[in-house]
């Protein structure tokens, strides 16, 4: 996970990021399956996601609520230039958008780059996608921009 007081993490223009965020809620043995798999696609040279698994649906429910998928859409968008800027383009409490932004930082899914004394976020991802199976054996899928 990613320690928001990092002063340390490369902004985005300093780092090599994947392109895809994979957000999946699979059993532990499924996402053992899934990291094989994607480590080696990437031995052999192909791109491929950052995963992040929950392996309880409503874990990830609870992480990505309207407001902070809001945030993070914002983010991606127009990149602020500290929290409080986020903050007020969202018209939300300072402390509120701080503790979403740093729960998402937490996770790997936001990313800090030092703007003076401001911690200024941004989103290195280009594609967010999120599988969940419903079902055993008939997976739903679906994909928002951040």
């Not at 999946?24 to 698994?53: K, M, W």
């Amino acid at each position: 996970m990613t320690d928001p007081e990092d002063t340390a993490t490369p902004g985005p223009g300093s780092a090599e990021y994947p392109s895809r965020l994979l957000i999946t809620a699979d059993s532990q043995e499924a996402a053992t399956e899934r990291e094989i798999a994607l480590a080696e696609r990437f031995e052999a040279g192909e791109q491929v996601p950052h995963l992040l698994n929950f392996g309880n649906p409503e874990d990830l429910r609870k992480l990505l609520t309207q407001r902070r998928v809001e945030l993070l859409r914002s983010v991606k968008n127009a990149p602020p230039e500290s929290i409080r800027k986020l903050a007020d383009r969202l018209g939300r409490n300072p402390s509120d958008v701080t503790a979403d932004v740093n729960l998402l930082a937490d996770y790997g899914i936001v990313y800090f780059r030092e703007e003076g004394r401001a911690k200024a976020p941004f989103v290195p991802y280009d594609e967010v996608t999120i599988e969940v199976d419903m079902l055993s054996g008939a997976g739903s899928r679906s994909s928002t921009s951040a």
